[in-house]
T-cell receptor, first 116, second 112 residues
Framework: GAVVSQHPSWVICKSGTSVKIECRSL??????MFWYRQFPKQSLMLMAT?????????EQGVEKDKFLINHASLTLSTLTVTSAHPEDSSFYIC????????????FGPGTRLTVL | DQQVKQNSPSLSVQEGRISILNCDYT??????FLWYKKYPAEGPTFLIS?????DKNEDGRFTVFLNKSAKHLSLHIVPSQPGDSAVYFC???????????FGTGTRLQVTL
């Protein structure tokens, strides 16, 4: 199947700093990528849909000024957590959509963010 | 509003036996269902899927059953192996939207 990478795999930062997470589709082009967040023992919650060349579509309750998404190319989307606080600590996962009858998504390995 | 529910947060099964993971949904517009397996600190990996026009799909040890009238699907793993121990998520989507709606997950523990 298609491969999606994320960088970094884990990051620890101080409160108030900004953190950028990259999501790359390695062997295919993805016009659409998705960003999810997973709290401990909870489901994956879709944060936003990232479309190449246009603004991201955010889910209800997700602050777009807090979680900046840029889909700069067909293989790269970035999520920047601005002015991170401890409550932003979570596991962030991206996925990339492969065009097809059911638009299958392939997931990255995730990024563990810990804000001190 | 949880449109996809997995009511069993955990399940323990003996190696070699059958594991049955259940999933219920409320949105009748869902027309494609997927099961993902997830290890801690990793992204989900796709296991098996089923279209709403089918009631069964089988792939090796994994079989997914869909009961549209009951809005219920299940994943059967037989025989269960220790390496199957993970969290399993069911997910659903509609043909007009690419957004996956995930269930809350079931942690499967396969014991020796």
């Amino acid at each position: 199947g298609a491969v999606v990478s994320q960088h970094p795999s884990w990051v620890i930062c101080k409160s108030g700093t900004s953190v950028k997470i990259e999501c790359r589709s390695l062997d295919f082009q993805a016009t659409t990528m998705f960003w999810y967040r997973q709290f401990p023992k909870q489901s994956l919650m879709l944060m936003a849909t990232s479309n190449e060349g246009s603004k991201a579509t955010y889910e209800q309750g997700v602050e777009k000024d807090k979680f900046l998404i840029n889909h700069a190319s067909l293989t790269l989307s970035t999520l920047t957590v601005t002015s991170a606080h401890p409550e932003d600590s979570s596991f962030y996962i991206c996925s990339a959509r492969v065009a097809g009858p059911y638009n299958e998504q392939f997931f990255g390995p995730g990024t563990r963010l810990t804000v001190l | 509003d949880q449109q996809v529910k997995q009511n069993s947060p955990s399940l323990s099964v003996q190696e070699g036996r059958i594991s049955i993971l259940n999933c219920d949904y409320t949105n009748s517009m869902f027309d494609y269902f997927l099961w993902y397996k997830k290890y801690p600190a990793e992204g989900p990996t796709f296991l098996i899927s089923i279209s709403s026009i089918k009631d069964k799909n089988e792939d090796g040890r994994f079989t997914v059953f869909l009961n549209k009238s009951a809005k219920h699907l299940s994943l059967h793993i037989v025989p269960s192996q220790p390496g199957d121990s993970a969290v399993y998520f069911c997910a659903a989507l509609t043909g007009t939207a690419s957004k996956l709606t995930f269930g809350t997950g079931t942690r499967l523990q396969v014991t020796l």
